[in-house]
């Protein structure tokens, strides 16, 4: 059982490309989410599922995309990355009323 | 007014000593709270989970929530340093849960 996994842990993109974040959970999980987390800040939410075809933004949601075609994978796409998505992003599941499990984080450096 | 909100900290508690740690949230309607603990470099990891009014306890965590003060707190009793993290308050409103920006914990040998 391995929970959520987030890949990559690490990347560095140059301004204007794109890439796309990949989040796995494997615990039948209908509830998905995408956070951000800036040094000493938060963690602030860009996009939420609710289950496969559904999505709907969060509070910081400019600059990505977002879909969800199964129950398990909620990918998150940069499209021209900017320093101002320089961050670690975490992914995480849930079954609503019990709190998220979290992946491990990739960390996005955008030079 | 922010949905959840806790003091930043650093929070210094002499290994051995309570960790009290508070949060206030301002949406009436939530039902369900939670304490995450985030070791630095790493991802939050739920600890405590409150649903109703009263205490909480899990080994040495204690989780108290007051709706009609919207208040949440944690206590950690016989502090560890292996306890110094940030710990992050979060409160449900509709489909999603709501963070504080968290609370630096430092235990003190």
Not at chain 2, 48 to 56: H, V
């Amino acid at each position: 059982n391995a929970g959520v996994t987030q890949t990559p842990k690490f990347r560095i993109l140059k301004i204007g490309q794109s890439m796309t974040l990949q989040c796995t959970q494997d615990m039948n999980h209908n509830y998905m989410y995408w956070y951000r987390q800036d040094p000493g800040m938060g963690l602030k939410l860009i996009y939420y599922s609710v289950g496969a075809g559904i999505t709907d933004k969060g509070e910081v949601p400019n600059g990505y995309n977002v879909s969800r075609s199964t129950t398990e994978d909620f990918p998150l796409r940069l499209e021209l990355a900017a320093p101002s998505q320089t961050s670690v992003y975490f992914c995480a599941s849930s079954n609503r009323e019990y709190g998220y499990t979290f992946g491990s984080g990739t960390r996005l450096t955008v030079v | 007014q922010k949905e959840v909100e806790q003091n930043s900290g650093p929070l210094s508690v002499p290994e051995g000593a309570i960790a009290s740690l508070n949060c206030t949230y301002s949406d009436r309607g939530s039902q369900s709270f939670f304490w995450y603990r985030q070791y630095s470099g790493k991802s939050p990891e739920l600890i405590m989970s409150i649903y109703s009014n009263g205490d909480k306890e899990d080994g040495r965590f204690t989780a108290q929530l007051n709706k009609a003060s919207q208040y949440v707190s944690l206590l950690i009793r016989d502090s560890q340093p292996s306890d110094s993290a940030t710990y992050l308050c979060a409160v449900n409103r509709d489909d999603k849960i709501i963070f504080g920006k968290g609370t630096r914990l430092h235990i003190l040998p």
